[in-house]
């Protein structure tokens, strides 16, 4: 097979939070991530709790919660215990790295302390992932760099992703891998060298079973069209939680089975390609 399964992955990968994001994977047959974008502390909590048999990660935006307080955290960690699931906060930073490493250490929020792995947009360059690093480095944590984004028009395309990826490849000590559309390993490298060596990790946004985009700019793809390119974590949010004012949870669950269902069967697939 041109692509080479999790569970051999995780044996030789140089970094701890990509091996730990591997072998939750492994264990719990899941490259499901799913993004919880509610603004209700109650409603949050309550689908993590459903759909966290089905995941091996859980995205948040902390920043958009109305009453987010540290219990909120407190219980987001047993619940990650409890389905054994990591957790990654969705903050795209974006700043010099003074102030990404205090938005990433402290603040409201304190991300560093509980979120296993954060992402930044490469757009500062490499000082964005030193500052970060100073941070997070000693606690653990691993950086994805936002090398492509599913949104129509993005920026993020061409030299801007190589670019991205050649950041990663200087700092390996701390970047696992990418937010992109596709296997980032051989970009920026000859024809014949496939890159695979850098192993980095590719979690996909953008992905949805019954749309294709919302009305703000959004564009969907497949499970299966994502994992053929090379993904390996797909992410989804309203194609689990819904769309409307109220959730309802008994959909949520039976969502969750189906992501999960139709992101390992992709995984299952392209093993025999
Ligand atoms: N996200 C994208 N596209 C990107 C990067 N990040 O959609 O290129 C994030 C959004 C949202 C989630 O911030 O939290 O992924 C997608 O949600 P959706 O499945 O409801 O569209």
Redesign the pocket.
């Known amino acids: 097979s041109k692509f080479v399964s999790y569970e051999e992955r995780a044996k030789r990968h140089p970094s701890s939070a990509a091996r730990s994001l591997l072998e939750t994977i492994v264990r719990k047959r899941s490259n499901l991530c799913v ?1 919880v ?1 509610v603004t209700a502390k109650a409603d949050f909590l309550d689908i993590i709790d459903v759909v966290g048999p089905y995941v091996c990660l859980v ?1 948040t ?1 902390v920043d958009i919660i109305e009453d987010f307080d540290s219990s909120l955290i407190a219980t987001l960690q047993e619940l990650s215990k409890k389905h054994d699931f990591l957790i990654f906060e ?1 903050r795209k930073f974006a700043d010099i790295g003074n102030t990404v490493a205090l938005q990433y250490s402290s603040g409201v929020h304190k991300i560093a302390s509980w979120s296993h792995i954060t992402n930044a947009h490469p757009v500062p360059g490499p000082s964005i992932i030193t500052g970060l690093a100073s941070v997070g480095k000693p606690l653990g944590r691993g950086l994805l760099l ?1 090398a492509e ?3 129509k028009g993005s920026l993020a395309k061409g030299v801007y992703t190589e670019e991205a990826v050649q950041m990663a490849r200087a700092h390996r000590d701390f970047v696992i891998g990418f ?1 992109a559309q596709r296997s980032m390993n051989a970009v920026g490298k000859s024809s014949t060298d496939t890159g695979d060596e850098d192993d980095f990790l590719v979690l996909t ?4 079973l019954d749309v294709k985009g ?1 009305a703000m700019g ?1 564009q969907y793809r497949t499970p299966e069209e994502v994992l053929n390119d090379g993904s390996d974590v797909i ?5 689990i939680y819904g769309k409307g004012p109220t959730v309802d949870i008994q959909s949520v669950q039976v969502q969750a089975e189906r992501y999960r269902a139709a992101g390992w069967s992709a995984y299952e697939k392209r093993l025999q390609l």
């Not at 946004?205 to 949805?208: E, K, R, W």
């Not at 992410?235 to 194609?239: D, E, K, L, Q």
């Open positions: 993004s974008d995205k935006h969705d936002l984004m599913s949104t937010i946004p953008g992905v949805g919302d959004q992410i989804v949010g309203r194609g």
